[in-house]
């Protein structure tokens, strides 16, 4: 029990795992992320799943920090059933991965958003011209949902939406995914905003969990509800 390095990846056992969750957490969260989703993941083992997370310092080059991270979780690849978990920008990560998601069994988006650098980058607009930058994310907003929509690979699905989350594309993630026939979509709204997954635990860092009760509530409902979704797929393709 407890967290630990191996490799490039935080990893948290449970002592008897029974299938493994590969995440990663937005921009700027995800670089800590055993301490940015420390409650989400930690929820999630309580419910027998194996963590293994992906740190990242988040750049212009998408398709590469994808990579970079299948390669990660490759490297350490276990013998059980697999869930890709992303939130917000992890989210695009999973989908950008080489192997089109054939690696595992399922992939679950919370929070899933693809906007530009202008959105994403306060002030970008106004200081990349005075910069001299003119990039872009690579790849663009629509080129990557060009890519999720030529996805071939059958693969259920889950996106996570947060009724309060004005950040949220889940929308448009689903409208891309549902284009290849064999995949298995489901959408789940619940209610909270796009820091839900992740700001209890920050809150924990600083005040000890003394008056976020009601926040980790949330949380293991969150956890459950992916562990549910994750048991009635598995009982399907059995």
Not at 129 to 137: M, Q
């Amino acid at each position: 029990m407890g967290w630990q390095q191996l490799g490039e990846l935080w990893v948290y056992r449970p002592r008897e795992p029974k299938a493994l969750i590969q995440f990663i957490g937005g921009s700027g969260l995800g670089a800590t992320p055993h301490l940015s989703y420390r409650r989400l993941l930690e929820a999630l083992a309580e419910q027998g799943w194996l963590i293994h997370c992906w740190p990242f310092v988040p750049n212009f080059d998408h398709q590469y920090l994808a990579v970079n991270a299948w390669r990660s979780f490759r490297a350490e690849q276990q013998n059980l059933a697999c869930l890709r978990l992303g939130h917000s920008m992890g989210c695009k990560l999973h989908l950008l991965a080489p192997d089109q998601g054939r690696g595992c069994k399922a992939q679950a988006h919370m929070s899933f958003n693809n906007f530009s650098a202008g959105r994403s980058i306060p002030f970008f607009n106004e200081l990349a011209p005075r910069l001299g930058i003119t990039s872009e994310f690579s790849p663009g907003p629509d080129e990557t949902m060009q890519i999720i929509s030529d996805i071939k690979a059958p693969k259920d699905q889950l996106i996570i939406k947060f009724k309060s989350d004005e950040l949220d594309q889940s929308n448009l993630l689903l409208k891309c995914l549902n284009k290849n026939p064999s995949s298995n979509v489901k959408q789940l709204e619940l209610s909270g905003d796009h820091l839900t997954p992740a700001s209890a635990g920050l809150r924990q860092q600083f005040l000890a969990g003394i008056t976020d009760g009601s926040r980790q509530r949330q949380l293991n409902r969150l956890a459950a509800a992916i562990t549910e979704w994750w048991n009635t797929q598995a009982s399907l393709r059995n």
